[in-house]
């Protein structure tokens, strides 16, 4: 497995909230929930903190984990999916980074604080000859296999102080013989294909495939341009953050 990766500031007015690190066999981006500059957090940490300080223990539990027992039979549902029912370990994964940053901070911070800093989740690992991931809220996975691109967001609940909140993940494993590359993109790194409506999802990974993932971020600074003041295409941040991550797999379907 390769991996390469970028992730940009979207404003010189706030720090990028976005995180990305990948280990052998595993990667995860996240997506810090960024509010308006002042918000109060009921934290002193802040939203980039707090999405490094998950991602970086995530990470962790997940490169603990890599020795999880595969689960016996073969994958089960569509051959774009390949979801395997039941087994779901890098929601234990997630639950325990989340209590471990809790228990980091609640003795300066007020977790039960309706702002209190959250992050969207994506994570991927190779087990062998299998490929497990999991999509929290609204960030985007693209799986490239046989039968092309296919997209995973994850809705609308996002990691904060409530371990339970990993359970609303969507996860799934996928044999390795069936990708040719998986995409994971913060949403400010899928806007040319979800909100400027300049291509398509296999247009966006391809984009990355041939030119690399600062193409794609370049390419969307490109169009955010011409559109400074959010008119055209509204939207809360003329300009966000954006983190590409592609694992690529050696060998051709």
């Known amino acids: 497995m390769r991996v390469t990766w970028t992730t940009d500031q979207g404003s010189p007015e706030r720090r990028n909230e976005d995180f990305v ?3 052998p066999g595993a990667v995860v981006v996240l997506d810090g929930c960024g509010l308006p500059l002042g918000t109060e957090l009921g934290c002193v940490h802040g939203t980039a903190w707090y999405a490094r300080s998950l991602g970086t223990r995530l990470l962790a539990r997940i490169l603990d984990g890599l020795g999880d027992t595969p689960p016996a039979g073969p994958p089960v549902g569509p051959p774009e999916g390949r979801h395997r029912p039941g087994n779901r370990p890098l929601v ?3 639950a325990g980074a989340i209590s471990d940053v809790a228990a980091s901070h609640q003795a ?3 977790l039960a604080h309706p702002n209190s800093p ?4 994506l994570a991927a690992r190779v087990r062998g000859d299998l490929l497990d991931y999991l999509v929290l809220a609204d960030s985007t996975l693209l799986l490239d296999g046989p039968d092309g691109i296919q997209e995973i967001t994850g809705g609308v609940a996002y990691a904060s102080a409530d371990p339970r909140i990993a359970e609303y993940a969507i996860t799934g494993t996928v044999p390795l013989a069936d990708l040719r590359s998986v995409l994971l993109l913060t949403d400010g790194a899928t806007r ?9 999802w296999t247009g966006l990974a391809r984009i990355v495939q041939k030119d690399g993932p600062e193409a794609l971020v370049a390419r969307t600074r490109e169009v955010e341009a011409t559109d400074p003041h959010a008119v055209r295409w509204p939207r809360t941040k003329p300009s966000d953050d954006a983190t590409v991550a592609l694992l690529g797999f050696v060998g051709d379907l």
Do not use: I, K, P, S
């Not at 959250?118 to 989740?121: I, R």
């Not at 040319?192 to 398509?200: P, S, Y």
């Open 118 to 121: 959250a992050a969207t989740v």
């Open 192 to 200: 040319l294909a979800d909100m400027f409506g300049e291509t398509d």
């Open 108 to 110: 300066t911070c007020d």
């Open 92 to 94: 234990a994964r997630l």
């Open 21 to 23: 690190a990948a280990a």
